[in-house]
């Protein structure tokens, strides 16, 4: 394949060195970073070999050209790949978009008189970090149960204090040894630290023990309420005991992490060991690594994963890396750490059977998402198609367009127009109408001059996007709908087809009647009725549901507004920007009548007859509910 005399010239002065390549496309865009021992021999294999992973093969047509950067080192290559990624983002390499951080309990053990805090982050602090939990629930649990035990301070007052003060009602209550006002020494308190650090390394023995005599004491004094609240900290304790599965390895931290691949998505499962108990896990969606090489994946994910280096744990254990790798990356993990970090791939015994597991709970989660995927496709834009294919259309719906009329009597008409996109609502693209030409509660005028507009803005603003060379999508209009539904029956279709018509625009429409949710089509005199669990009726009902709810709630809005209004335009000397001043500072109508004259003057705009006139009217107010 002849690549251009620009790209052959770049491929043939590639150097044998280690360092970086950045591939680009046509617009210059970096769609991939890679690392290489050799550049030669890793870069020109894009552009010489023919037997490539579909996704590889998809990033090779959309290369236009590429940049390298030399390295001294295997290891700065990927210590600079981690770092052009991350601020890249390039479209074709593994990029974790999951940005939760599981909370963790911190100890700072350099202070005097240590407490508990909750962490979203790991840092080189030199405090001692435990978990993470899954969720702040069970950090607070944590908290308590400990604090029902160990006397922890809990204020963030610099100990020792230069003066001692005077304790706290938690010194009273038995919850603090009071350090703040020389209660206790140093020594004393650390004693106390002993029980806290076993119980957060998971010894739960003496905690459950305490409580359980607390408990029977408090029953013993038919003090019940007080039992009552110890019971629940010990099933508190229990629980979190329960949920941190004991597993047979060594007391030291560790992450096994495995890989799970459909073929066109991959899965990557991370579990958390530490003190030789599992405190849960966690599982990261990989796009379009399906087909890749599993070692090959892991390592992105691994460095991808690790960049703070607070999470990384002593023990790193992975299902596969690439060959010759995984001394590379252990001293990565090391230099990002900054402490020692083994990385082992088992191949049998324990740690091995930890890894079968973690793969096991990474294709569990990789089938489920699958399973969600299928039923929201199913139920999106599965049910466009399906609904296409009954009214009779010979191209996929994918926009389609609901449209609902709400008015008070005949005031304040208002229309809407809500958009759905692939069976998805597209909240930016839905638009409101004040009815304008039409008086009086006439729906079926007020659908005409909604559509009306909506068309021939549409087909406006579509010609001019045309003539300068821009797509219709984009457009406040002009991206004009596949299909349009009308609430309504027989002759509100009529109605809304003629003025489409009207327009010289010829867009499939139907209509939802109420009643028994029957479906009229304007060339067909009997409806068709769908049962109701069918996907494509539930889609139908949503877009009606939402032009409804949309209609309704901007009619409720203009409608609280001109009440609003109309009583403050009762006040002589309350003009337009009177009314907004007084409406921007007091919020509503009643908050105006409750305020006094200073309260009203400070008002920008106010003066001292405007004040008093308001007065007067909120005192005439208040006579007429007497």
Same mark, same amino acid.
């Given at each position: 394949?002849?690549?251009g005399?620009?790209? /052959? ?21 970096i769609i ?26 998809a ?5 236009? %050209? ?5 390295c ?26 999951? %940005?939760?951080?599981?909370?963790y ?14 962490a979203?982050?790991?840092?080189? %602090?030199?405090?001692r ?27 963030? #007052? ?21 350090p703040?006002?020389g209660?206790?020494? /140093?020594?004393?308190?650390?004693d106390?630290?002993?029980g806290v650090?076993?119980?957060l ?42 949920r ?5 390895t060594?007391?030291? /931290? ?6 799970s ?7 990557? #499962? ?42 990384i ?12 790798q ?36 990474a294709?569990?989660?990789l ?6 995927a ?8 599965g ?41 998805e ?6 638009r409101?109408?004040?009815i ?5 509660a ?5 659908l ?15 010609? #001019?996007?045309?003539?300068?060379g ?11 709908p %596949?299909l ?10 009529r ?25 009229y ?12 669990r069918?996907?494509e ?8 549901d ?9 009619h ?6 001109a ?15 009177r009314?907004?001043?007084l ?6 109508l ?22 008093e ?14």
């Amino acid at each position: 394949m002849n690549w251009g005399e620009k790209l /052959e010239t770049k491929i043939a002065m590639l150097p044998d060195s280690p360092g970086c390549y950045l591939m680009k496309d046509a617009a210059g865009e970096i769609i991939y970073v890679g690392k290489a021992v050799n550049l030669k021999n890793r870069v020109r294999s894009y552009f010489r070999d023919t037997a490539h992973t579909p996704k590889v093969a998809a990033m090779i047509s959309h290369i236009d %050209d590429f940049d390298i950067l030399l390295c001294e080192s295997n290891l700065e290559a990927l210590c600079l790949e981690c770092n052009l990624i991350k601020e890249h983002k390039p479209y074709y390499n593994i990029l974790l978009k999951d %940005d939760k951080h599981y909370p963790y309990l911190r100890l700072d053990l350099k202070e005097p008189f240590p407490r508990l805090t909750l962490a979203r982050r790991m840092q080189k %602090d030199g405090a001692r970090y435990f978990g993470p939990y899954i969720g702040a629930t069970a950090v607070k649990q944590v908290i308590d149960a400990v604090r029902e035990v160990f006397p922890l301070r809990t204020c963030r #007052q610099e100990l020792p204090p230069k003066t001692p003060k005077r304790p706290c009602i938690n010194y009273d209550i038995g919850k603090c040894l009071a350090p703040c006002a020389g209660k206790c020494t /140093e020594e004393q308190y650390w004693d106390m630290m002993d029980g806290v650090l076993a119980f957060l390394n998971g010894d739960y023995a003496p905690v459950l023990d305490k409580l359980k005599k607390d408990m029977a004491e408090a029953a013993g004094r038919m003090e019940y309420e007080r039992a009552a609240v110890i019971r629940d900290k010990i099933r508190d304790v229990e629980g979190i005991q329960q949920r941190q599965i004991a597993i047979r390895t060594d007391l030291s /931290e560790q992450d096994i992490i495995a890989l799970s691949q459909d073929g066109l998505d991959a899965m990557a #499962q991370v579990i958390y060991v530490r003190g030789g108990r599992m405190l849960g896990g966690d599982h990261f969606l990989l796009e379009r690594e399906g087909g890749e090489e599993p070692g090959e994946v892991l390592a992105g994910f691994l460095t991808q994963y690790y960049q703070e280096g607070g999470l990384i744990p002593r023990n790193v254990l992975v299902q596969a890396l690439p060959e010759g790798q995984q001394e590379q990356l252990e001293k990565w993990l090391r230099q990002t750490k900054g402490s020692a970090v083994t990385l082992l791939t088992p191949r049998r015994g324990e740690k091995h059977e930890l890894v079968l597991l973690a793969a096991k709970n990474a294709a569990d989660a990789l089938q489920k998402r699958n399973a969600r995927a299928a039923v929201k496709e199913e139920r999106t834009s599965g049910a466009a198609a399906s609904l296409g294919r009954l009214l009779g259309m010979e191209k996929y719906p994918r926009r389609i367009e609901g449209y609902d009329i709400s008015n008070t009597q005949g005031v304040l008409s208002v229309g809407s127009m809500v958009v759905f996109i692939d069976g998805e609502p597209a909240k930016k693209e839905y638009r409101k109408f004040r009815i304008k030409t039409v008086e009086g509660a006439n729906d079926f005028a007020s659908l005409n001059e909604v559509l009306s507009r909506r068309f021939r803005h549409g087909l406006e603003e579509k010609e #001019q996007r045309e003539a300068e060379g821009l797509p219709a999508v984009g457009g406040k209009f002009s991206d004009l709908p %596949d299909l349009v539904l009308i609430d309504g029956g027989p002759q509100q279709l009529r109605f809304a087809r003629q003025a489409l018509l009207d327009m010289g625009a010829d867009v499939a429409m139907f209509g939802l009647a109420k009643r028994l949710e029957e479906i009229y089509l304007p060339d067909r005199e009997e409806p068709v009725v769908l049962d109701h669990r069918t996907p494509e009726l539930q889609l139908i009902q949503r877009v009606r549901d939402e032009a409804h709810r949309c209609a309704i709630t901007h009619h409720r809005a203009l409608r609280g507004k001109a009440f609003t209004h109309s009583q403050l335009e009762e006040i002589p000397g309350i003009g337009p920007t009177r009314r907004k001043a007084l409406l921007q500072r007091f919020g509503s109508l009643k908050a105006i009548r409750e305020a006094s004259q200073e309260e009203l003057l400070a008002v920008k705009g106010m003066n001292r007859a405007a004040a008093e006139a308001v007065l007067a009217w909120s005192a005439g107010r208040d006579r007429a509910k007497e």
